[in-house]
């Protein structure tokens, strides 16, 4: 008997449930749920039935299994179920995935050679590439993806679905997986998902005794009043109410004559007693008998194999033609273990794991260790070099048959490709079998094994059991030479720099230097110097900088002549970021050379760094951000994430200072909510230090104190952005609160800061605020103004605006003014990007102007006041006002409905009444029918157009509606 049940019994509630996370899917509210139970409980089924609602509902389905061969493959479930994609008929339009679509090549080939930096191939960002990418594949109606045998997945699938269940509920999608209940990680991983509310647990309990009768009745095709009672306590004893045991078992009391239909009745021939795994084995070994010795001989050996199988293995194995192969697998008694797999053509499988293991367990240990030497053989002659998950199967296969040798050099193979997939915990998981399995090789083997397996702990971020198991690399070292070795610590370093443990990366660099001696050839030492020279440039110290600059230098120059293209790209990229200071031109040309390099060596990551930084340069020097939008753009392209979120980053920066507050806040948010949800720790840090930065370049001391407060708590009291905290952030903030003497202070402590730590960061305030400041307040004469600005480090074009009001004023002192007026007019021209800076620097100007008897200040001074008010900057439009009235000026008074005056009008002083009645001058009305409108007198109308004349400049009243005419709004 074949016949399974056309119904799901007893699974109700679990089905209400599905249909219910389905229809919020297609609202727009994702969910993760997991079915878990024993194997055979009916979590195949019930997801198939979930599959079967979703094609109802014209949702789009993607469905992967765990490993069917051997050991887990990394990401093989999750390949599977993407791929799914590539055969429908209406296709995602992968490319508005923009830089998370080359990221998907490490499992799509398809779309884009894998992302090869060590950042952007993380697996949390791997994870955000496919979490976008099913949602983008449920944006219509919904997507519902589908993710079989989880207990048997990879570590990196896990860590990818761990991130899902998190982040899903703002995608339209459904994740569903199933999961076998025993003790593993998938099991945790579902367990703690619905611990912390981010998934749906589905625990499928065995069925009852009154559903087994209804399961037996539907496989029967008959009523429940048709099973006989006594063969409903059979079935329970046999299968202990496992659906799927249920199902086997009544198969095989019908097939044995033991159950029978009696006038339409099922009854009992016999009352034998079963119990469940007996019964099963049993009824499986039955079958199994029954087969004739060529089909047994076949079926054994996929078993040996695993849950599914490719016949052109088989076909190795047997020795036998495909037509004879089918043969075989066609009878009804194969075909009661055996079916064709109708996802993957060529390809068979078992019915259930359970029909695997009763196999397998009928199985001498010779007998399985012949056959899977036997299938070993087979994998190699039909897939030579053993691709994909062939190795670790193989390796698996050889273990089985006894040969440990082999199968310890197969899983130090298999880990190697998985260290280069970028799946690092199942390298280490590999890796670890293989220096267990070949334990009593030579040292040469040992060490290979070790030097692999540390590169694969520091990937997975296990840094701590990287620096435990570095000392057992010494004791195998002699199969490894002091240069392996040697870069091998220089890794660890680096690991370390990146994780900000320094103390940790300084002792790796000293075991590295160690070990080469002395008489270190420059080829070997330069990795080692590039790595100490970033070390060196996070940490405080007045000379620290110096020692990176010069380590720094001497790796790229060896870089050059000894054929290290990634060492030259480290060290030009970190020279142009340390000269940056002192020498903004030679910072670019250290870049360029970073770039050319790249490009040389076809290097695309390293090169959209170079391009990222050339691109902050360029908007330092000249406010330009054209270079930094190319890099983004093509970060995107290649899926150089890490890249691309540095080159917002910067931009954001820009954003601040061009006084674009509100784009500068959503940028700078969705940055901060990506690297912190993918881990990217450096632009995840300093995107929260532009947050301190934004908020004071708005006056908004209270929403600064909580961003520094945040900016410490989760970075600490990072000492080398402590200039721009004080210098950039707390001073602006301090001039916008009208708190001259407290800028001063800030700027004090910056310099004080900067002198004590030199950092790698513009932006504190020397050559720009605070020299006009100091200007500002007779602490600054020509000749120190002049040696400042000679400073290459004064180019920036951002302090520049602020060093030219300077010059202004120094001007304007001197008598020189129309000099200073020019002086003025230059650095409106140069802060034209700036909004607020260069509105600061008038307000400023327009009160030494005021004092000097130069210029004219105020014209200045309106339009500051203008600004500042528009920006809602109450302190610095008030001074404005003040400096404004005692310069006997008329201000204008501020009432609601000012923002509605053109900005012409405004800086002509025209206040909101008289833009009211400038307003009704388009129409012609004549002064009694413009107040009747207004509900004012004509003889104030009459006020107004005269003093609307007076500040426009205008001869009469017809020229004023004419005005009116062109400056308001139809």
């Not at 001696?517 to 110096?546: H, K, N, T």
């Not at 080398?720 to 009208?738: D, F, N, S, V, W």
Request: proline residues 5%; aromatic residues 4%; charged residues 25%.
């Amino acid at each position: 008997m074949g016949q399974r049940s056309s119904v799901i019994v007893g699974r109700d509630g679990e089905l209400r449930t599905m249909r219910k996370l389905l229809d919020s899917a297609r609202g727009g509210r994702g969910a993760a749920v997991f079915l878990v139970g024993e194997g055979g409980i009916g979590k195949s089924r019930l997801a198939a039935t979930a599959a079967d609602l979703g094609f109802a509902a014209d949702m789009r389905l993607l469905r992967g299994r765990g490993s069917a061969i051997g050991p887990p493959a990394p990401f093989r479930s999750l390949t599977e179920a993407l791929l799914s994609l590539t055969r429908l008929d209406s296709p995602v339009d992968v490319d508005a995935l923009g830089p998370y679509r080359p990221v998907l090549g490490r499992l799509i080939p398809d779309w884009g050679p894998p992302v090869t930096d060590h950042d952007d191939g993380s697996l949390v960002i791997l994870a955000e590439a496919v979490l976008r990418l099913i949602g983008l594949a449920g944006r219509r109606n919904g997507c519902l993806v589908t993710l079989e045998d989880m207990h048997d997945a990879d570590p990196e699938t896990l860590a990818v679905v761990d991130y899902l269940t998190d982040n899903i509920g703002r995608q339209p999608t459904v994740l569903l997986g199933t999961v076998r209940a025993d003790p593993g990680p998938a099991l945790t991983l579902a367990q703690s998902a619905a611990r912390r509310g981010a998934a749906v647990l589905m625990e499928l309990d065995r069925l009852g005794k009154p559903e087994v009768c209804r399961l037996a009745a539907s496989c029967l095709g008959v009523g429940q009043q048709d099973v006989s009672p006594d063969a409903t306590d059979l079935l329970w004893a046999g299968s202990a109410g496992n659906p799927f045991l249920v199902e086997e078992v009544l198969g095989g009391m019908v097939d044995g004559g033991l159950l029978v239909a009696q006038d339409g009745r099922w009854q009992l021939c016999d009352t034998t007693p079963a119990t469940a795994p007996p019964t099963f084995v049993r009824s499986v070994a039955r079958r199994v008998e029954q087969l004739d010795p060529r089909t047994r001989e076949l079926v054994s050996a996929a078993a040996v194999l695993g849950p599914r199988f490719p016949l052109a293995l088989m076909r190795e194995v047997t020795g036998l033609s495909y037509r004879d192969l089918l043969s075989h697998l066609h009878t009804d008694r194969a075909a009661q273990l055996i079916v064709s797999d109708d996802q993957a053509p060529g390809w068979y499988g078992f019915q259930h794991q359970l029909i695997v293991e009763a196999v397998l367990s009928l199985l001498t240990p010779a007998d399985r260790a012949r056959l899977s030497a036997q299938v070993a053989d087979a994998v190699e002659a039909v897939y030579p070099g053993l691709p994909g998950e062939w190795c670790q199967a193989c390796a698996a296969l050889r273990l089985d048959a006894g040969d440990i040798v082999a199968a310890g050099r197969l899983f130090l193979e298999s880990g190697r490709r998985a260290l280069n997939q970028g799946a690092a915990d199942s390298a280490v998981a590999l890796l670890d079998r293989a220096w267990e399995l070949l334990a009593h090789e030579d040292g040469a083997t040992r060490a290979d094994v070790l030097e692999t397996l540390l590169y694969a702990l520091a990937e997975a971020g296990q840094i701590d059991r990287a620096f435990n198991s570095v000392t057992s690399l010494d004791q195998a070292g002699s199969g490894l030479d002091r240069q392996r070795r040697a870069r091998l610590r220089t890794r660890l370093a680096w690991a370390a720099h990146v994780a900000g443990r320094y103390a940790d990366g300084v002792a790796q660099v000293d075991a590295a230097r160690a070990l080469l001696g002395p008489d270190a050839s420059p080829a070997d030492s330069a990795p080692i110097d590039v790595v100490d020279a970033y070390l060196a440039v996070d940490q405080p110290g007045p000379e620290q900088l110096r020692k990176a600059e010069s380590l720094a230098r001497r790796a790229a120059t060896v870089a050059q002549t000894a054929d290290l293209p990634v060492v030259a790209c480290q060290a030009w990229q970190l020279l142009g970021a340390l000269v940056r200071p002192r020498d903004p031109v030679q910072a670019s040309s250290c870049l360029e050379r970073s770039r050319a390099v790249a490009v040389q060596y076809d290097l695309p990551i390293w090169e959209i760094h170079a391009l990222a930084r050339l691109g902050n340069d360029d908007a330092m020097h000249d406010g330009s951000l054209d270079r930094l939008t190319e890099a983004r753009r093509q970060a995107s392209r290649i899926g150089a994430v890490t890249a691309r979120y540095h080159a917002d980053s910067s931009t954001a920066l820009q954003i601040i200072l061009r006084g674009d507050f509100d784009a500068a806040e959503a940028l700078i948010d969705d940055v901060l909510t990506a690297t912190t949800r993918l881990g990217l720790r450096e632009p995840a840090r300093y995107v929260r230090l532009l947050r301190v930065v934004l908020a004071g370049h708005r006056g908004q001391s209270q929403e600064m104190t909580h961003a520094l407060a945040d900016f410490r708590e989760r970075e600490g009291d990072l000492i080398q952005h402590a200039p721009r905290i004080h210098g950039l952030a707390k001073a602006t903030c301090a001039l916008l609160e009208e708190d001259r003497s407290r800028a001063m202070a800030e700027l004090a402590m910056a310099m004080r800061y900067e002198a004590a730590n030199p950092t790698i960061y513009a932006y504190a305030g020397r050559y720009g605020v605070q020299l006009l400041l100091r200007i500002l307040s007779g602490d600054m004469d020509w000749e120190a103004y002049e040696e400042i600005t000679a400073d290459p480090g004064s180019r920036f074009r951002w302090d520049r605006q602020f060093a030219t009001f300077g010059r202004a004023v120094l001007a304007g002192r001197s008598g020189q003014h129309a000099e200073a007026a020019a002086a003025v007019d230059e650095a409106m021209s140069v802060g034209a990007p700036y909004a607020m800076g260069k509105h600061l620097g008038l307000r400023l100007v327009g009160e030494a102007a005021l004092a000097d008897g130069w210029g004219t200040p105020v014209e200045w001074l309106r339009t500051a006041e203008e600004y500042f008010h528009s920006a809602d900057i109450p302190a610095v439009a008030g001074a404005c006002r003040a400096l404004l009235r005692s310069a006997g000026a008329r201000v204008a008074q501020r009432r609601n409905g000012a923002g509605e005056i053109p900005a012409v009008l405004r800086a002509d002083g025209v206040t909101v009444r008289e833009y009211e009645v400038l307003r009704l001058l388009v129409h012609r009305l004549g002064n009694r029918e413009i107040a009747d409108q207004l509900h004012l007198s004509p003889r104030t109308v009459e006020r107004h157009i005269s003093s609307l004349l007076t500040k426009t400049g205008l001869p009469n009243r017809k020229a004023l509606g004419e005005l009116a005419a062109t400056v308001v709004p139809s």
